[in-house]
């Protein structure tokens, strides 16, 4: 792209990788899905959708394979227990990972499953399907999670159901208890596109309440972030934001605040998005932490906090991209990165 074409297109040059500010660093080349080790030392993801699991030593650079053990037919999510296990989704079916349709499928049909921290079992199945990532305490043990009319066609199209439980260990055998659907979609006084609900974070330090999205509101290309309180059934739409993609990530340790995945959503219910710090007081203001998007084709996105607050993991993705794909990860230093952000500001509609 020449000078003049950048000028007029508004987009930097070249690739937002090769141009990171001072408190960003680039810690690995491929893999999509991070999340943090409760020490902050590693981070485990996916390599890609239906992939293994690693988990990178960030001191070392060594990155070790968790999932070669045993066969499987690839995971989705792989994600931190509040005791140091891993709690894995993914298909439990054969499919054709060459086929676009097939792969959609089965990333529709991922059970959840717990793999001990040391490795070398087999994952022990929860019974549970979940639509898209679980929710994951990292106070305690319990999960949230999703399930849409593609996992149960009884719901209905553009429905859901929001669940909790607790995760107890019997002769050291992971199971769930104290299951509860804690939210439906019909408490929305509006209908949804196919995409519906999706669970993100329970929110510390208690975990009562949980984060989730609400994607393609009034069948629109507008997503919010909402949170309820898997108690009471409160519930409160934190984003309000009719023309921009607004979907919870990961949640920052002292509960007010959480990462977006924010976008204009006037053209497309599926933008280009940035990530930003979200208020959890129900102001909507947000301020904008990333900056993937200035440059022509490119996005970032899965930001997840380190449980001292003070660490940003997220991943870089291209346009034209299926959901969540990623090409490896950086670490942004928030306290580093704090005199250089913007103010925080409203989306909220008027």
């Not at 009884?154 to 509860?180: R, V, W």
């Not at 919870?248 to 990462?259: A, L, N, R, V």
């Amino acid at each position: 792209m020449g000078p003049c074409l950048a000028q007029e297109t508004g987009f930097r040059q070249g690739n937002p990788a090769d141009h990171l500010p001072d408190y960003i660093k680039r810690v690995s080349g491929f893999g999509e899905r991070p999340d943090w080790s409760h020490d902050g030392k590693r981070i485990l993801f996916v390599d890609k959708p239906m992939g293994e699991v690693y988990e990178l030593e960030l001191k070392t650079g060594i990155i070790n394979p968790k999932t070669r053990h045993f066969n499987h037919h690839g995971f989705t999510r792989a994600m931190y227990l509040s005791n140091g296990d891993i709690l894995l989704s993914g298909p439990v079916a054969a499919f054709d990972p060459t086929d676009r349709e097939q792969r959609e499928q089965a990333r529709d049909l991922c059970w959840l499953s717990v793999l001990d921290r040391n490795g070398k079992q087999k994952p022990v199945p929860l019974g549970i399907i979940c639509a898209e990532g679980p929710a994951v305490s990292r106070n305690k043990l319990k999960i949230g999670w999703a399930e849409r009319n593609r996992q149960r066609p009884e719901l209905g199209a553009g429905q859901a159901q929001l669940f909790t439980a607790d995760l107890t260990y019997n002769n050291d055998m992971p199971q769930i208890s104290n299951k509860k659907m804690v939210f439906d979609s019909k408490q929305l006084a509006f209908p949804l596109g196919n995409s519906s609900l999706e669970t993100q974070n329970l929110v510390p330090p208690h975990d009562d309440l949980m984060t989730f999205s609400v994607y393609q509101i009034n069948d629109s290309h507008n997503t919010d972030t909402y949170v309820i309180n898997t108690k009471t059934g409160e519930f409160r739409n934190m984003t309000n934001s009719a023309d921009y993609y607004d979907e919870p990530e990961g949640i920052f340790p002292d509960g007010s605040f959480t990462c977006v995945e924010h976008g204009s959503s006037l053209k497309s219910a599926w933008p280009l998005i940035d990530l930003y710090k979200l208020k959890l007081d129900g102001s909507g203001e947000m301020q904008r932490l990333t900056y993937f998007t200035e440059y022509d084709g490119y996005k970032d996105s899965q930001g997840v906090v380190s449980d001292d607050g003070r660490f940003l993991c997220f991943q870089i993705g291209k346009r034209g991209d299926e959901a969540g794909v990623g090409y490896g990860f950086f670490i942004m230093d928030l306290e580093a990165a704090e005199p250089h952000l913007e103010a925080f500001q409203s989306y909220d509609s008027p």
